[in-house]
């Protein structure tokens, strides 16, 4: 499913002028110039990220310049299960983002962030899906591989 500028702003209710700064500090939002971009969950996810660090702490757009799009990539490469059970770090000082699953100890760095990223995710599909319930949300067993035969 993918989103257009519209949802995107709608969801993290921002103005047309705080759009652009979004756009111009992370070159991922950028994509399609001239045009109206569309974005994937996970674009929304990371853009959700930067979101909740910029304002909660305070922080220039520009400090998440040189780890956009390393947060945008890695953001796409996982599966939406695996990002909503794991943490996100962000090294600052390595220039680095990466993915920590919840039973894995976070490696030892002088100045990182780490973000839970179950909190976005349930935030991100509250308000994207809007009412609508997830039929697989109730389901009673666990999910499985496909194609695995024994």
């Given at each position: 499913?993918?989103?257009t500028?519209?949802?995107?702003?709608?969801a993290?209710?921002?103005?047309?002028?705080?759009?652009?700064?979004?756009?111009?500090?992370?070159?991922?939002?950028?994509?399609?110039?001239?045009?109206s971009?569309?974005?994937?969950?996970?674009?929304?996810l990371?853009?959700?990220?930067?979101?909740?660090?910029?304002?909660?702490?305070?922080?220039?757009l520009?400090?998440?310049?040189?780890?956009?799009?390393?947060?945008?990539?890695?953001?796409?490469?996982?599966?939406?299960?695996?990002?909503?059970?794991?943490s996100?770090?962000?090294?600052?000082e390595?220039?680095g983002?990466?993915?920590?699953?919840?039973?894995?100890?976070?490696?030892?760095?002088s100045?990182?962030l780490?973000?839970?990223?179950a909190?976005?995710?349930?935030?991100l599909?509250?308000?994207?899906?809007?009412?609508?319930?997830d039929?697989?949300?109730?389901?009673?067993?666990?999910?499985?591989?496909?194609?695995m035969?024994?």
């Open positions: 499913m993918l989103f500028t519209g949802q995107l702003r709608s993290f209710r921002l103005s047309k002028q705080q759009w652009r700064t979004y756009r111009d500090a992370l070159p991922p939002l950028a994509k399609d110039q001239g045009r971009g569309c974005f994937t969950a996970n674009d929304l990371a853009t959700s990220v930067v979101h909740r660090v910029g304002s909660r702490l305070i922080m220039p520009s400090t998440f310049t040189p780890l956009a799009t390393q947060l945008f990539d890695l953001c796409a490469a996982a599966p939406w299960p695996q990002l909503e059970r794991s996100l770090l962000i090294d600052f390595q220039r983002v990466e993915l920590v699953d919840q039973d894995r100890t976070i490696p030892f760095t100045l990182a780490v973000i839970e990223l909190p976005l995710v349930a935030e599909r509250q308000h994207l899906l809007a009412g609508e319930p039929p697989q949300r109730d389901l009673a067993f666990p999910p499985m591989l496909a194609g035969r024994q």
